[in-house]
């Protein structure tokens, strides 16, 4: 069981406690963190949400997945060439790419949502804009690719997506 801020549960305040905690499962001060986008019941951070523009650079992935247990997870079947089984199934099927196409543009709204006007106008005179309202989940502009599964597995915790319900669905076959 997760917490995900999105639920009609308030959200996780960031407190100097939760920053230093995300720091250590970063490894580095986080850079325009905004939001436990989803967390453990005991409040360990398994997502954090980031701002999209930090110190005037675009960043347009918005969901990063902390959890060190998930990402470990990820890291091992990537390694396998998950990422090239998932692409060929996808590749293969209409019907996950058009779903891939919806999640990727549901992402874009999402973030845009998540920006204020004073962040949309700094976008606009950076002439960052297009790049926003062309990229999806994790930056990607190209929406029959995945690319990464850390970054739609972190948005797919948030808001359930095409790619994560495929790993879903691998792990439980997996796994039994």
Sequence with gaps: MVHRSKSKTRPLTITPEVIARV?????RQPRGLEEIAVAHPDGRPMVIRVASLVDDKPFPTLFWLL???LCYRIDQVEATGLIRQLQQ????????QCGMDDDHRAHIKLREAYMTPQIRRRLAELHFSEVFARKGI?????FKRIRCLHTWYAAHLVAPNTVGLLLDDYWRQRDG
């Excluded at 199934?89 to 996950?96: F, S, T």
């Excluded at 994790?138 to 190209?142: L, M, P, S, T």
């Design 67 to 69: 959890d060190p247990d």
């Design 138 to 142: 994790g930056g990607i502009a190209d």
């Design 23 to 27: 720091a250590s499962l970063l490894g």
């Design 89 to 96: 199934r996808i590749d293969a099927d209409p019907q996950l």
